[in-house]
């Protein structure tokens, strides 16, 4: 059901006493714990604000046209707005708000549209009208829509699959030259059919070439026998032959433009090659300022109404001491935190953020997805400790979580989900895992500082993961191989690196005890995530 409101007076009056109590505030505090307000006041909603009245000089006044915001229910409210709660089940009301907007040209709009058409935000895709909308976008050179339609053109959705149109979009997008990881796993398969159909055509169109060509050779030695009267023919084959060179030239440059990535090798009996990582550039990172880093580490182990969990408390005390003293973090540790709690953090970590600055949350607790048949959930769900066990009362929507890093200034985010179904947080396709890396030059590190980025590292999937491999176990096999690649890390490591020594030091560990469990890496689109953005852990 779509919920349209206005401003309340009630919202309205309490907006009024937080601007009284504190000078400059912008919105509620929800870090503290004597304000009252309804938890929904917390969700991100798409807000129509009121242009503002303005003047020019002493007789002429204008109003400014209305805009669109991504804001909390209360900030929209204190400021007049309407809004539209988003329902996947019911995306027009929505879309019909937005579209205005993006006929008039805004291009953030026009994005948004597209965001919406391609089901990114959890509603039954339109690929053709995203299509549409990001190609708008892109006529007014917005980056994050090149990459969206390179993703598109990857997967064949809306348009016919092309992988090198798809590649040539992304680094258009990324203003980076050199090769990059930011795609997902089906892209590496699509790569290797698109190499081997081009070597295959190259090696048709070569033995058409030599037959051609040994057809001349003959030729030429009748002309000596018989003068002038094969030379129209040798004409006819001459073009040919230079219309198959033409033609190889042009497989050999796409076959020379694919990226020469090697995928895992997973055969039985035999561990996966060891990731290998460049240095990142040392003058670089040492001179360039990054922000400050705040985390939110939160561990569920004693639920109220489900079995509670043995590990959760020690991997978030450990995670969190870690970041805080080997890494610089400003660390919020939450243990057994409820819905309430959970939200308030959430929202609290996002406002401290500035615009420069990098945000991490790590989430160890119970996880939960909904079933096929329920369409208004396309996520998943963390579980507070006040979760109810058969329905989603108190249980904390991935999208909830996904709207709020949408809406935070912070540069870079990181989500880390140990929990069961982590790897749903997420509809972008997982990120491959591949065995080497390019080299990164200086320039490329600074472009990549610009760029925004929102990921999740999830610790299994869309499956169940474990808790413990053993009864004297005090970690998760998550955690202890996230921990062992925190405190060994010898120097900057950006988040691709981090997932690939975590999936080394899992594999290595669930083999030899015949278990299996595989983390994923995944870009969050929904959250704002634009091509080419990284996220670097900085030891002391």
């Not at 081009?198 to 051609?212: H, K, M, P, V």
């Not at 990098?358 to 096929?372: C, Q, T």
């Not at 999936?503 to 994923?520: S, V």
Request: glycine fraction near 8%; charge should be negative; proline fraction near 4%.
């Amino acid at each position: 059901m779509i919920e349209i409101k206005t401003a309340s007076t009630r919202a309205i009056g309490a907006a009024a006493a937080v601007l009284l109590l504190c000078s400059g505030c912008r919105s509620l505090d929800a870090n503290d714990p004597n304000m009252k307000f309804d938890i929904s006041d917390l969700d991100i909603v798409d807000c129509i604000v009121e242009g503002a009245v303005r003047q020019i000089g002493s007789k002429f006044t204008y109003l400014e046209p209305p805009r669109m915001a991504r804001l909390t229910e209360f900030e929209c409210a204190s400021l007049g707005g309407t809004f539209v709660a988003f329902d996947p089940t019911e995306p027009n009301a929505v879309i019909e708000k937005w579209l205005p907007f993006a006929e008039r040209g805004d291009v953030d709009a026009q994005h948004r549209l597209g965001l919406l058409y391609e089901g990114v935000m959890g509603a039954d895709p339109d690929y053709e009208k995203a299509v549409h909308w990001y190609n708008q976008a892109i006529k007014n050179g917005h980056r994050e829509s090149m990459y969206a339609l390179s993703v598109l053109y990857e997967k064949g959705l809306g348009v016919e699959r092309d992988i090198i149109k798809s590649l040539n979009l992304y680094r258009l997008g990324s203003g980076i030259a050199a090769d990059s990881l930011m795609l997902s796993s089906d892209a590496y398969k699509q790569i290797d059919e698109a190499k081997k159909s081009l070597t295959s055509e190259i090696a048709g169109i070569t033995l058409q070439r030599d037959a051609l060509n040994a057809q001349l050779a003959q030729m030429g030695r009748q002309m000596k026998e018989h003068k002038g009267k094969s030379q129209d023919q040798i004409g006819a084959l001459q073009s040919l032959v230079e219309q198959l060179n033409e033609q190889m030239a042009q497989k050999q440059q796409s076959l020379v433009a694919l990226p020469t990535y090697r995928l895992i090798d997973k055969k039985i009996g035999g561990g996966p090659t060891q990731f290998k990582f460049p240095e990142l550039p040392a003058k670089a990172m040492g001179s360039r300022a990054m922000g400050k880093f705040y985390a939110l580490v939160v561990g569920n182990d004693n639920y109220q109404k489900m079995p509670s969990l043995k590990t959760a408390h020690n991997d978030a005390k450990r995670i969190a001491t870690i970041l805080s003293d080997r890494y610089g973090f400003s660390t919020q540790l939450l243990l057994d935190a409820n819905e309430e709690e959970l939200k308030r953090a959430i929202h609290t970590l996002n406002t401290v953020a500035g615009e420069e600055d990098n945000i991490l949350i790590y989430f160890a607790g119970h996880g939960e997805k909904p079933p096929p048949s329920d369409r208004s959930r396309m996520a998943g769900y963390w579980l507070p400790v006040n979760a109810d066990a058969d329905t989603d009362v108190n249980w904390v929507d991935n999208w909830w979580i996904t709207h709020h890093l949408d809406a935070a200034k912070a540069r870079r985010a990181f989500v880390i989900a140990d929990s069961c179904y982590g790897g749903v947080f997420s509809s972008d396709l997982p990120i491959g895992p591949v065995s080497q890396l390019p080299a990164l030059s200086e320039s490329d590190f600074e472009k990549k500082l610009a760029r925004r980025s929102r990921f999740v590292l999830a610790s299994g999937g869309d499956s169940p993961v474990l808790d413990a491999t053993s009864p004297d176990s005090e970690h998760s096999v998550f955690a202890i191989a996230l921990i062992d690649v925190l405190e060994n890390a010898s120097g900057p490591i950006s988040v691709v690196e981090l997932y690939g020594r975590v999936f080394d030091h899992m594999y290595d560990a669930l083999a030899r005890i015949g278990l299996n469990q595989e983390p994923e890496l995944r870009v969050i689109r929904a959250a704002g995530h634009q091509s080419e953005g990284d996220f670097f852990l900085v030891p002391n």
